[in-house]
């Protein structure tokens, strides 16, 4: 059921599992001409990696070259890692580094990090920089994007409708773009615990128990003998002063029909409140 969705052992082969890809709605394109390159970044969850694209515009236009883009494949360690790159590259920028620095992460397809734009001919620009690398460290391919700042992004305040007159905030939103990077990497990273996962599994531990229970039904309709199994462990023998007599319940329908192994999910066991 849904608590053994993700365990291999309880969906065969591995190859014949569904794995879906999921875009994120984050996603920025940078199309001045005098950009260090006109491309659009965006990204994707697959296969349990986050996937971090740059691909350039067409000359002229705001459409992508999709044939010609640079994907980079993040587990959730090199995201982790590249999120802390970024921190630090943020760090040193405060403290008045700001020349020829790059901090990154390596892939098995390449290289992928933060950098001034000074190697580019924009000092004080931030550059995410994307290389696409072979086993000999030959650099195959090599796409830029250059976060928007300075102004790009602004709020208002104190309009008057009597005069139009009004302020254009931009200074807390000069890194808004390296911002919402930055969260793009941590929300990959904290989804990636599967707890939210649990969560809804375990919001839904009675009504997915009434499944069961109607699933128990069946079985002895059928003459499927349910399987014995001992529950309440140590805490049983502590409540009990130091004895426990033992105590079974329905095994799951896998297990008493012999295709499958134990597991310690909720469904098809008791339902008890945790005790700690």
Do not use: C, W
Not at 81 to 98: A, C, F, N, P, Q
Not at 121 to 129: I, S
Not at 183 to 202: C, E, G, K, P, S
Not at 219 to 226: A, M, N, P, R, V
Request: no cysteine; proline share 3%; charged share 25%.
């Amino acid at each position: 059921m849904l608590g053994t969705q993700n365990n291999f052992k309880n969906n065969g082969n591995k190859s014949n599992v569904y794995s879906p890809q999921v875009y994120s709605k984050y996603g920025y394109s940078n199309p001045n001409e005098d950009a260090i390159d006109r491309t659009r970044l965006s990204f994707a969850m697959f296969n349990s990696l986050l996937k971090v694209t740059i691909t350039p515009l067409i000359p002229g236009g705001t459409e992508t070259e999709k044939n010609i883009e640079l994907t980079i494949h993040l587990s959730v360690p090199k995201a982790y890692m590249l999120l802390k790159e970024i921190e630090k590259y943020e760090e040193d920028r405060s403290m008045g580094v700001t020349t020829n620095f790059f901090y990154g992460v390596d892939t098995p397809k390449g290289l992928i990090g933060i950098s001034t734009g000074d190697s580019y001919g924009k000092p004080g620009a931030t550059v995410l920089v994307a290389r696409r690398m072979n086993e000999e460290g030959q650099i195959d391919s090599r796409y830029a994007y250059e976060f928007k700042e300075n102004g790009y992004y602004y709020s208002i305040r104190n309009f008057d409708e009597g005069t139009m007159n009004f302020d254009k905030i931009s200074e807390p939103y000069n890194n808004i773009e390296l911002e919402m990077f930055k969260n793009q990497l941590r929300q990959y990273i904290d989804a990636m615990t599967y707890a939210h996962a649990y969560a809804t599994v375990d919001a839904n531990k009675f009504a997915e128990n009434n499944t069961y229970r109607s699933l128990s039904q069946i079985k002895q309709h059928l003459g499927i003998e349910s399987v014995n199994r001992r529950t309440g462990g140590a805490s049983e023998f502590f409540r009990n002063g130091g004895s426990s007599l033992p105590k079974t319940s329905y095994g799951s329908l896998s297990d008493a029909i012999g295709d499958g192994e134990d597991d310690d999910s909720l469904i098809g066991g008791e339902v008890e409140d945790a005790e700690i």
